[in-house]
Structure formats: structure tokens, C-alpha cells
């Protein structure tokens, strides 16, 4: 069923959908939207509900959709490629990695990587694909660190500093990236929210303490 609200908060639109087609090269993507939703069972319990989306990709030469998509929305990697995260029910985590080809109008899955949290806002592709953001714990001594790997590979490319574990029944943690290169994650463990950004190329750190909690999402 269609969900006003979400759609209309949720619906992105490509900045290629700017350009003339005549600039574009076939298969360019020039929009990518949810066009509905339904409300389903949660992956990480069976006593919470979420939304999935059909997320709809149009380019110069066609139209397709891809079903079950979740939070955070898909993110347009270049002209011709849309990766993003969807259900799936065989997975660890309920979640996999979706990338559609425009060029060939196809969608292949890569594995959720195993150590990620299994929240709704924990975890972030970079706006070019290639690497994934989010939080995973560590042990000796117990806690959670921030992680980047380069997608597809999974090679960890950066490891923040070490937070408390949070024992938490909600989602207590935010990540986003800012730019293809710099990137922010927040941990609201022991009612203190803390963040760790920095940058991937200069192989930069910086950790701080947020006023309240990030409305990134």
C-alpha cells in the first residue's frame, strides 16, 4: 500500500535528471524514486514492522523497478549504475546489497558484511559506491568501533577509536557520508552522543561530542 508520507520524504530524484538526454550516454540514469510501499515484519524482530519500497529506475532507455528496498535510500553511483540495500530473508542480517547495471538492466546482490549492526540507521554506502559506513562491536575489551571496507572487495580501509557498547534495544547510531571521501558516525552509547569523522585519502581522524542526537536521517 502507498504511504503518503514516506513517499513523498522519501522520493529522490538523480542529478542527472538535469541534463538533456542528448548529453547523456545510453542507459544513463536520469531518475530514481520510490513510487510505493508496504509495510512488512522487521528483520531484526518479530514484534516490529518496517517499510520496504519499490524503488523505480528510469534512464534514457528505460524503466525498471527494484522490489523491497530499504533504508537508506539507494544511492546513483555515476550515470549508469543505482546500489542500495533490500530484504532478504536468507541473509544474516535480512539485508543485502543490491547493484543495478543500467547498461544491462540488471540487479546482482553482494552480502551485507557480518559484523554490521543490524540498525536502521547505522550503516551508509558513499555516494560513489565504493565504500561502505558503519558501526560493528569488537571484544578485549568489549565495545564498538566505526568501519569503512571498499566495496566489493570488503578490505577495512579505516577503524575509528573505540566506543562504549551500547546495550540497546533502539537504534543509537547514525552514519552518513558527506562527500565521496569524508564521512561522520555517531554512537548515542551510555546517553552520550559521540562522533567520529574523517576523511578516507588523508587518512584522517577527529572524535567529539554532539549536543543531541544527529538528525541525519
Not at 91 to 117: T, Y
Not at 173 to 187: G, L
Request: charged share 25%; proline share 6%.
Amino acid at each position: 500500500m502507498t504511504h503518503g508520507r514516506v513517499l513523498a520524504l522519501a522520493l529522490i530524484t538523480a542529478p542527472q535528471a538535469c541534463r538533456s538526454a542528448d548529453r547523456q550516454s545510453p542507459g544513463a540514469v536520469v531518475q530514481a524514486a520510490v513510487v510505493d510501499s508496504v509495510r512488512r515484519k522487521a528483520w531484526w524482530s518479530n514484534d516490529d514492522s518496517m517499510f520496504a519500497y519499490l524503488f523505480e529506475i528510469r534512464t534514457t532507455a528505460a524503466r525498471d523497478t527494484v522490489r523491497d528496498v530499504i533504508a537508506p535510500l539507494p544511492t546513483i553511483a555515476g550515470d549508469t549504475v543505482v546500489i542500495g540495500l533490500t530484504v532478504d530473508d536468507t541473509a544474516e542480517h535480512g539485508r543485502s546489497i543490491f547493484v543495478f547495471d543500467a547498461r544491462r538492466r540488471r540487479v546482482q546482490h553482494e552480502p551485507f558484511p557480518s559484523d554490521a549492526w543490524p540498525g536502521l540507521t547505522d550503516f551508509s554506502i558513499s555516494p560513489d559506491g565504493e565504500h561502505l559506513l558503519y558501526t560493528t562491536w569488537v571484544s578485549h575489551p568489549i565495545g564498538e568501533v566505526a568501519v569503512i571496507r571498499r566495496r566489493p572487495s570488503g578490505e577495512i580501509v579505516v577503524t575509528g577509536p573505540r566506543w562504549p557498547l551500547c546495550e540497546c534495544d533502539s537504534d543509537l547510531h547514525h552514519a552518513r557520508w558527506v562527500t565521496a571521501d569524508s564521512f561522520e558516525i555517531a554512537s548515542g552509547a551510555m546517553g552520550v552522543w559521540e562522533r567520529v569523522s574523517g576523511s578516507i585519502s588523508r587518512h584522517s581522524l577527529h572524535r567529539d561530542t554532539l549536543r543531541a542526537e544527529p538528525q541525519w536521517h
